[in-house]
Each structure stands twice: as structure tokens, then as C-alpha cells.
């Protein structure tokens, strides 16, 4: 069974929105997640890492004032792309380990429209 | 710096067995990863390798590594439509900690009757 879980699977909002996108780990503490982006026919680029208690850590080129991120518990990390554009329009995926040493899981993946 | 390719795309009859390809480039990799992502979904973690194993098989699944010429490969067997979609080979430079996964740009696998 799923051992990461994602909400909403997909969200449709109008431009300048701020959509928040859960995420959750199953009967297991995840200290990291990672958020991801996917565009079509492409491969998953890694936006941040979450960090629970502390700031995520985001990669090279990726606004962390438009896509905050916060990890407050030991088994949710929330994305939140605020004032959403047309060009935010995307597949956003979690992941996180279950353990040091562990493979990642993903959860579901959130299909972001915005009109 | 890291760097993990593969063949974007294959195309197999109903039955045959398929046979995905993947190489990387970093030589310190621990672990070696086979995702499945079918349309509009996660990725679902098939299988994955260590690096001082040369071989792994899981039912219809088997994984092959030669590390010397840092090439992975997933031979599925008796491959079904339901096999259809991609698959991404991913590979972590080290142990312990919060690693993070290079992904590759993944296989689209095409099942035809």
C-alpha cells in the first residue's frame, strides 16, 4: 500500500491563487520529503527539500517566496504556490524515505491547472 | 557531475519480454533505483539495487548491474498491457543521510497487442 500519501491529486483555480498541496507519510516519521516538478514527456526536477523543524533548502533557480514550503510535523510537508500563473501549471510529486539508507517513496503526484 | 541516461522509448509485443536501459556516470553510486509511472500517477518504486550486487530478481522483474561499465538494465518478462508507461532509473551518490535521487529522463515502455 501507499506509504506516501498526496492532496489534492488535482487542483483547477483561477491565476493568482495560492494552492496548497499536502503531503503525508504512512506509519513512518519522514525528517526530509522532497518536492518535486514534472513537466510532460519530461523527467521530475527537484524544486526543495523539506526539513522538518528548519527551512526547507531549495535548488538553484526556484522562487522560494512563490513555492513555500513548510514542515511542521514529522509526517506532513506542505507546498504552497502562492499568487499561481498559467506558467505555474504543472505535475507536482512528494517524496520521502522511510529510513536512512531507504529508497524514496512518492506519493501520487498533484496536477496544478491554472486559468 | 552526476548524470543518468536512457532510451526514451521502447516498443514490445504482448508476451516478449522487454529490456530497459539505463547508464550513469557517477562511479560512487550506492544505490540504483527501476520507478514506474503510469499516466497521471506517482512514481511507484519497482525495485532497486546496491552497488556491490550484480543481480536481482523479483517475480517477473529482473535487474542486472555491471558497475564496471556503469550500466543498469530491467528485463521485465511475459510483459503485459497493464506494463504500459515510463519507467525512470535513479541512482544516489552515497549512503546515509538525506541522499538525493538523480533521476534519469525515463523509458516510455509501449505493450502492443
Known amino acids: 500500500g501507499a506509504v506516501v500519501s498526496q492532496h489534492p491529486s488535482r487542483v483547477i483555480c483561477k491565476s493568482g491563487t495560492s494552492v496548497k498541496i499536502e503531503c503525508r507519510s504512512l506509519d513512518f516519521q519522514a525528517t526530509t520529503m522532497f518536492w518535486y516538478r514534472q513537466f510532460p514527456k519530461q523527467s521530475l526536477m527537484l524544486m526543495a527539500t523539506s526539513n522538518e523543524g528548519s527551512k526547507a533548502t531549495y535548488e538553484q533557480g526556484v522562487e522560494k517566496d512563490k513555492f513555500l514550503i513548510n514542515h511542521a510535523s514529522l509526517t506532513l510537508s506542505t507546498l504552497t504556490v502562492t499568487s499561481a500563473h498559467p506558467e505555474d501549471s504543472s505535475f507536482y510529486i512528494c517524496?520521502?524515505?522511510?529510513?536512512?539508507?531507504?529508497?524514496?517513496?512518492f506519493g501520487d503526484g498533484t496536477r496544478l491547472s491554472i486559468l | 557531475g552526476e548524470d543518468v541516461e536512457q532510451s526514451l522509448f521502447l516498443s514490445v509485443r504482448e508476451g516478449d519480454s522487454s529490456v530497459i536501459n539505463c547508464t550513469y556516470t557517477d562511479s560512487s553510486s550506492t544505490y540504483l533505483y527501476w520507478y514506474k509511472q503510469e499516466p497521471g500517477a506517482g512514481l511507484q518504486l519497482l525495485t532497486y539495487?546496491?552497488?556491490?550486487?550484480d543481480m536481482k530478481q523479483d517475480q517477473r522483474l529482473t535487474v542486472l548491474l555491471n558497475k564496471k561499465d556503469k550500466h543498469l538494465s530491467l528485463r521485465i518478462a511475459d510483459t503485459q498491457t497493464g506494463d504500459s508507461a515510463i519507467y525512470f532509473c535513479?541512482?544516489?551518490?552515497?549512503?546515509?543521510?538525506?541522499?538525493?535521487?538523480?533521476f534519469g529522463r525515463g523509458t516510455s515502455l509501449i505493450v502492443h497487442p
Open positions: 539495487i546496491f552497488s556491490n550486487m
Open positions: 517524496s520521502a524515505p522511510t529510513g536512512s539508507d531507504q529508497p524514496q517513496h
Open positions: 535513479a541512482e544516489t551518490p552515497s549512503s546515509g543521510g538525506s541522499y538525493i535521487p538523480t
